[in-house]
């Protein structure tokens, strides 16, 4: 079964220095997000992207986050200065556009900014 | 916003049949997903509702109630492997979800 892929699966980082968490979404998907889950808290939508620009953010999706798809296959997500409270887990998803089969979720990257 | 409510916390024993509810805001709605998550890991989808009712997949069902901004998940023939996070999703008109808090099931034997 196909499966979104993130790497890395944790990693962490001193508060102030940038993060490039990395995702291979499904190869013939063309909608593409970012979701983070602070711990113990719910799954919270930062970012989705089509068509090689980002079509909605979230509050959370400050001029600190970018995204980039930078070849055919990766996607991913900068956090330029990391801040104590950008830990959590980040989640890739990737959706062909129909909404059945909803959106396939990577296996997250646990980011901790310490 | 669109709000996404469903209960913090279940339990039920093994064999056991369980009715997870999750309500949510009418305006704006196109359809509810649940996932399953266990715990550090990501969410695995369960099912999607667009239509009014219910629809079955083997011993997961999923109900929806458009009117009512209402639907739920139910778990038959209860396992321990079951024990995780719920959660409830909602597709609005953006092609974001919204999620509730999750409904952590506690399966005993």
């Known amino acids: 079964e196909p499966e979104v892929t993130q790497t890395p699966s944790h990693q962490v980082t001193q508060m102030g220095q940038e993060v490039i968490l990395r995702c291979v979404p499904i190869?013939?998907?063309?909608?593409f997000y970012w979701y983070r889950q602070i711990l113990g808290q719910k799954v919270e939508f930062l970012v989705s992207f089509y068509n090689n620009e980002i079509s909605e953010k979230s509050e959370i999706f400050d001029d600190q986050f970018s995204v980039e798809r930078p070849d055919g296959s990766n996607f991913t997500l900068k956090i330029r200065s990391t801040k104590l409270e950008d830990s959590a887990m980040y989640f890739c998803a990737s959706s062909d556009g129909t909404e059945t089969y909803g959106y396939t979720f990577g296996s997250g990257t646990r980011l901790t900014v310490v | 916003g669109q709000n996404i409510d469903q209960p913090t916390e279940m339990t039920a024993t093994e064999g056991a049949i369980v009715q997870i509810n999750c309500t949510y805001q009418t305006s704006g709605f196109n359809g509810l997903f649940w996932y399953q998550q266990h715990a550090g890991e990501a969410p695995t989808f369960l099912s999607y509702n667009v239509l009014d009712g219910l629809e079955e997949k083997g011993r997961f069902s999923s109900f929806l109630s458009r009117s009512k901004g209402y639907s739920y998940l139910l778990l038959k023939e209860l396992q321990m492997k079951d024990s995780a996070s719920y959660l409830c999703?909602?597709?609005?008109?953006?092609?974001?979800?919204?999620f509730g808090t999750g409904t952590r099931l506690q399966v005993f034997p």
């Open positions: 190869s013939n998907h063309l909608y």
């Open positions: 999703a909602g597709f609005y008109n953006t092609d974001k979800l919204i």
